[in-house]
């Protein structure tokens, strides 16, 4: 079973604060995507990283993929209160049909 | 408008009703997929379709039912509804042209069972 595990489960930060969350497995991915889920809505797709070692940047958020390919990290710099929500990585099950797995998810809360 | 909509969007029901849970899409995508997300457990595949004619359990299928009435719509159904079947469920969408990550959510519906 390919389980992808988050860490930290909470954060609570001020405004302005960097953080970083994290997205481990003990298993080889061939992508990881990274969502952002805000109260009352629906998971939003932020990210797909597919090479090792891969670096994306979203504005202020920074995502990268480990060279092994099993674990992601996501990098906030200057947290604003927008950046409030739940972030869930995922990622697609190897010979599961085309299905996703997805992380327990990381709550954050930027405070202004 | 919405491309993923989800209907209801909160239910309370009784144990033991029957309930039904409807989504919808603009998006023109053949694949649709049914989650419960939970606290602390993330969201985990109740159902999935490919078209109108294929239809898969996911990981936790016991006690749903599915129908996809048309490439545009697919609903879930509790036969009958137990606590623990209180949940968040999302509706999502994906094209078979991207890969199985490229998945597109509904709003969700907020699930009480009494």
């Known amino acids: 079973t390919q389980l992808l595990e988050q860490s930290p489960q909470f954060l609570s930060i001020q405004e302005g604060e960097n953080l970083t969350v994290y997205c481990n497995s003990s298993?080889?991915?061939?992508?990881l995507q990274w969502y952002r889920q805000e109260p009352g809505e629906g998971p939003v797709l932020l990210v797909t990283?597919?090479?090792?070692?891969e670096v994306k940047k979203l504005k202020r958020l920074t995502f990268q993929f480990g060279d092994a390919r099993k674990d992601s990290s996501l990098h906030i710099t200057a947290a604003q209160p927008g950046d409030t929500g739940l972030y869930l990585c995922?990622?697609?099950?190897?010979?599961?049909?085309?299905?996703?797995?997805f992380g327990t998810g990381t709550k954050l809360q930027v405070i202004p | 408008d919405a491309d993923v909509t989800q209907t209801p969007r909160n239910r309370i029901t009784k144990t033991g009703k029957r309930i039904m849970l409807e989504c919808s899409q603009t998006?023109?995508?053949?694949?649709m997929y049914w989650y419960r997300q939970d606290p602390g457990l993330g969201l985990r595949l109740i159902y999935y379709?490919?078209?109108?004619?294929?239809?898969n359990k996911g990981e936790i299928s016991d006690g749903y039912s599915v129908s996809r009435q048309a490439q545009a719509k697919f609903s879930l159904s509790l036969e009958s509804a137990i606590p623990n079947q209180t949940a968040l469920y999302f509706c999502?969408?994906?094209?078979?042209?991207?890969?199985?990550?490229?998945?597109?959510f509904g709003p969700g519906t907020r699930l009480l069972v009494l």
């Open positions: 995922a990622g697609p099950i190897s010979g599961g049909y085309q299905k996703v797995t």
């Open positions: 379709s490919f078209d109108v004619k294929d239809i």
């Open positions: 990283v597919v090479t090792g070692g």
């Open positions: 298993s080889v991915f061939s992508s």
């Open positions: 999502a969408t994906r094209d078979s042209s991207r890969g199985p990550e490229t998945q597109y």
């Open positions: 998006k023109g995508h053949d694949r």
